[in-house]
């Protein structure tokens, strides 16, 4: 299509798009806006591994974090656009950043953070996927090879159609996959980048309401997500909140 039938296009999209999926997602910008205020307040923070105890695992946490702000706000602006198959390549890089960013906090000062932070090349399956010996991670597994698909130039990825009735039925999955890594992206927030010396000095210096209102508005608007996400959905959002063990 030439490109001034594509600006049409998406025009008419946004406009179906807001009357079918319009609450959902609001609640998704919601639930990134609220994370990105929780985050900010910690900026002050970042380079001073001393006081917040992440060791060399703070870049890629940090990374992953912001990263990935700017990749779901892409990705759900593709949807609304009409383009549902562009916006799924971008949600495998955003996988990738949570699955290393947790992987290098839980290894902490160890090679494995040392050559993601030198740019080497890191063979995902095995390196990560590889490493993480407990618990089995059914769901986590199950979408890696779905979002690979998408990213490579399969008879999967990208699109061809983009009127809106001939879309509008992979809407849904797309959005609960953002639904989906909004979650674990919460959790890689609260656990793994916010330490409990962090909490400790932010409470102290920046003061306990700020601390407390923000964390709670970022938690309910996570949660409220789960309203939009079927049974194996919310069970990834587990896996990837549980506990893991890794391999050295």
């Known amino acids: 299509m030439r490109?001034?039938?594509?600006?049409?296009?998406?025009?008419?999209?946004r406009k179906s798009f807001d009357h079918d999926f319009g609450e959902r997602y609001a609640a998704l910008r919601n639930a990134i806006d609220a994370q990105h205020s929780f985050t900010r307040i910690y900026y002050g923070f970042l380079g001073a591994s001393h006081l917040t105890n992440h060791g060399s695992a703070e870049k890629p946490i940090?990374?992953?974090?912001?990263?990935n702000e700017l990749a779901l706000y892409a990705?759900?602006?593709l949807v609304r656009d009409g383009f549902h198959g562009v916006a799924m390549s971008q949600l495998r890089l955003i996988y990738e950043a949570l699955m290393i960013a947790k992987t290098c906090s839980i290894l902490r000062d160890h090679p494995f953070v040392d050559r993601w932070i030198s740019g080497e090349?890191?063979?995902?399956?095995?390196?990560?996927?590889g490493r993480?010996?407990?618990?089995p991670l059914d769901e986590l597994r199950k979408l890696w090879p779905i979002l690979c698909e998408h990213s490579h130039?399969?008879?999967?990825?990208?699109?061809?159609?983009?009127?809106?009735?001939?879309?509008?039925?992979?809407?849904p999955g797309v959005l609960a996959v953002i639904g989906m890594l909004i979650c674990c992206n919460f959790h890689l927030l609260n656990r793994h980048?916010?330490?409990?010396?962090?909490?400790?000095?932010?409470?102290?210096y920046l003061g306990t309401d700020i601390f407390v209102e923000r964390r709670k508005s970022a938690k309910a608007a996570t949660k409220d997500l789960e309203r939009f996400l079927a049974a194996p959905?919310?069970?990834?959002?587990?896996?990837?909140?549980?506990?893991?063990?890794?391999t050295a």
Do not use: H
Request: hydrophobic letters at 40%.
């Open 75 to 77: 990705s759900l602006s």
């Open 132 to 135: 993480i010996q407990a618990p």
């Open 233 to 246: 959905a919310r069970k990834l959002v587990r896996e990837y909140a549980t506990s893991w063990q890794l």
């Open 62 to 67: 940090f990374s992953a974090l912001t990263k």
């Open 153 to 171: 130039a399969t008879i999967y990825s990208v699109q061809v159609e983009t009127k809106y009735q001939s879309i509008k039925q992979e809407i």
């Open 3 to 13: 490109t001034d039938n594509l600006d049409r296009r998406v025009s008419e999209n």
């Open 121 to 129: 090349t890191i063979y995902f399956s095995k390196a990560v996927l």
């Open 193 to 204: 980048f916010v330490t409990p010396s962090m909490i400790y000095l932010g409470k102290r």
